[in-house]
C-alpha cells in the first residue's frame, strides 16, 4: 500500500470521527484544532488497527504520534512495513 493510499484512508476516517464533512484536512493540520480529542483519538487507534491489521504498542500510544495526518501516516507506515 502506498503513503498516499495510506494518508487517503487516515483523512477519511479523521473526517467521519470528527464529523467535518468534506472540509479539507492538511497533512500538517493540528488535528486538537479539529476536535481531536481523548475519546476520538481511542476510536481512531481502533479503527486505524482493524483497517491496516496493525497493532499500536502501548508506548506508540501518544497524542504527539496521532497529532497530524503526517504523523498518523508515518506511524501506520512503519507498522505495515515492520514485521509485527
Known amino acids: 500500500m502506498s503513503v498516499d493510499e495510506i494518508k487517503?484512508?487516515?483523512?477519511?476516517?479523521?473526517?467521519?470521527?470528527?464529523?467535518?464533512?468534506?472540509?479539507?484536512?492538511?497533512?500538517q493540520e493540528d488535528?486538537?484544532?479539529?476536535?481531536?480529542?481523548?475519546?476520538?483519538?481511542?476510536?481512531l487507534v481502533v479503527e486505524l488497527e482493524e483497517?491496516?491489521?496493525?497493532?499500536?504498542?502501548?508506548?506508540e500510544l501518544l497524542f504527539e504520534n496521532f497529532s497530524?495526518?503526517?504523523k498518523i501516516t508515518d506511524i501506520v507506515e512503519r507498522k505495515l512495513v515492520l514485521p509485527q
Not at 14 to 25: F, N, T
Not at 51 to 59: A, L, Q, S, T, Y
Open 31 to 43: 488535528l486538537n484544532q479539529l476536535g481531536m480529542d481523548s475519546m476520538s483519538s481511542v476510536n
Open 8 to 27: 487517503i484512508k487516515v483523512k477519511d476516517s479523521l473526517k467521519r470521527l470528527l464529523e467535518i464533512g468534506e472540509q479539507e484536512v492538511t497533512d
Open 68 to 70: 497530524t495526518v503526517q
Open 51 to 59: 483497517m491496516f491489521d496493525i497493532v499500536f504498542d502501548d508506548e
